[in-house]
């Protein structure tokens, strides 16, 4: 198995790859046995109370909350990258989540309830001014809440920590109607503002598109994809370029890297030990396979001098446009 690494240099090929130990599967929460969710490739497997969440593919930038009704699943966001998908129980009928774009108002991790009964409200985040909010809640696999998005215990406590005051919350769809795919892939449907972000594929004679005026600053994430044969970079949650990319050889996997800088001043590609893959934590990518991946010289020379320690990189087999087949982004399974 291999793994992408970037080097910085003016190579026409950029050598991306080196040897990966392989990792056990891990459990979702309230899962009873392991389950196959190490890499979450159809979210809508999820069983009512479990989640998977991986913070580590993007560790900075804004936070974007994706909530579908018709799905009853909540996707998040991190400088535009999917780092969670979990099971949510919204609005039962006569007390309907309402649907638009809201801002967090209000946190409080020990709320309790002003309309009924007093009741807990674990890791509120607040969106209406008429108490709808984000927080830990029952999660039978059906809408039965009083209007609020119940979350399972261990990622509201997560997610409280993970977002701010600025943080954009989407609830779309319609409650029991029916769907085959998760509103949101990959790449966050909506920016930061909540505006649809469509993410644009390449014309069939564009090689690549470099836009880094669209988000000038901010921390970097990319996005590699062994289906689509894509390379995606963002930076504060706004894709700013994308290649077609050729990568040869054997299968690569899903995996998260980081960039490192050692003692001696030199930078190193490491593996991020996220859920699910532990084991890998800190782990060298070494460069014993070179010349894995090849992409436009133009967009390279762009690309290589923003590389900085705390670049992250996802490497995935599945497809990043979400009108792609196949299988969804693997997210990496959290046990708790």
């Not at 409280?160 to 769809?173: A, D, E, L, M, P």
């Not at 979400?322 to 969804?328: A, I, L, N, Y």
């Amino acid at each position: 198995m291999a793994i992408v690494t970037f080097m910085r240099s003016a190579l026409p090929a950029l050598a991306l790859l080196g040897s990966l130990p392989m990792a056990p599967p891990a459990m979702a929460q309230g899962a009873t046995q392991s389950a196959p969710l190490d890499f979450a490739r159809d979210a809508l497997a999820l069983r009512p109370g479990e989640f998977v969440w991986a913070p580590e593919i993007a560790p900075s930038g804004p936070v974007t909350i994706v909530v579908d009704l018709s799905t009853q699943r909540a996707t998040i966001y991190r400088n535009g990258v999917r780092i969670g998908v979990s099971t949510v129980s919204t609005g039962k009928p006569g007390h309907e989540t309402p649907t638009g774009v809201f801002s967090i108002r209000l946190k409080d991790a020990h709320h309790r309830s002003s309309k009924y009964n007093n009741a807990k409200m674990p890791y509120t985040q607040m969106l209406t001014q008429d108490g709808v909010a984000l927080h830990a809640g029952g999660l039978p696999g059906y809408p039965e809440s009083h209007g609020c998005v119940h979350l399972p215990l261990a990622l509201a406590r997560q997610l409280f920590t993970s977002t701010t005051y600025s943080t954009t919350v989407v609830i779309s769809g319609r409650t029991g109607a029916q769907t085959n795919d998760v509103f949101g892939g990959v790449l966050a449907p909506v920016t930061q503002s909540g505006k649809p972000n469509p993410h644009v594929p390449l014309a069939s004679n564009e090689y690549y598109r470099w836009r880094p005026d669209l988000s000038p600053t901010g921390p970097l994430a990319f996005i590699l994809s062994v289906r689509d044969q894509r390379l995606v970079v963002l930076r504060n949650g706004v894709e700013i370029g994308r290649a077609k990319v050729a990568i040869e050889g054997e299968a690569l996997g899903t995996h998260v890297l980081t960039l490192v800088q050692g003692a001696d001043g030199t930078w190193q590609w490491v593996l991020v030990g996220v859920a699910g893959h532990a084991d890998e934590a800190n782990l060298p990518v070494t460069t014993d396979v070179l010349n894995r991946v090849r992409m436009p010289p133009a967009f390279q020379a762009q690309v290589l001098p923003l590389i900085a320690p705390g670049t992250t990189v996802l490497v995935t087999e599945d497809s990043i446009n979400k009108h792609t087949t196949g299988g969804g982004l693997a997210v990496l399974t959290a046990t708790y």
